[in-house]
């Protein structure tokens, strides 16, 4: 069993991890935006982190659920979803390797996403993306 004070802070813990998975949706699907925006598919880079977010909401809701109400094998159950998630994430954090420089344009997706835009006649969004890029990078790292 359990202690109260342990199930409260594992649902902490769940809690930013799923509140995480939610902010890095919400970028992912901006930067898909913008790609489809001027014709291109969105790169793996975003995509993969989209799709593990997903299911990281899924399964971080099942295992918040599952921390007060189900039994002890299907909190076994959620361990194992929750390695899934971190297998992926990893994944994500490799493809995004290329990404990880403090300038904006020394990073490949935000030279794609800058190009790109400016290649359409539309107006690149240099600051705002790479604002965004550091966020996704740091929040898949904090994800892992």
Known sequence: MV?????????ILRFFQWSF??????????FIHQFRSFGSHGP???VVPLIF??????????SIIGLYFL?????????????????GYLASAGLLRRN?????????LWRELYYGRASIGKRPYS???????K???ALVVIQV
Not at 21 to 30: K, L, N, P, S
Not at 127 to 133: D, G, H, Q
């Open 3 to 11: 202690a109260p004070l342990a199930k409260s802070t594992i649902w």
């Open 21 to 30: 998975a939610v902010i890095i949706m919400a970028v992912t699907a901006d």
């Open 44 to 46: 793996r880079e975003t």
């Open 53 to 62: 977010s997903v299911l990281a909401i899924i399964f971080t809701t099942f």
């Open 71 to 87: 039994s002890p094998p299907m909190q076994l159950v959620s361990t194992l979803l929750d390695m899934i998630l971190w297998v």
């Open 100 to 108: 990880y420089h403090i300038h904006g344009r020394n990073n490949r």
């Open 127 to 133: 600051f705002r993306n790479s604002a965004l890029l």
């Open 135 to 137: 966020l996704l990078a």
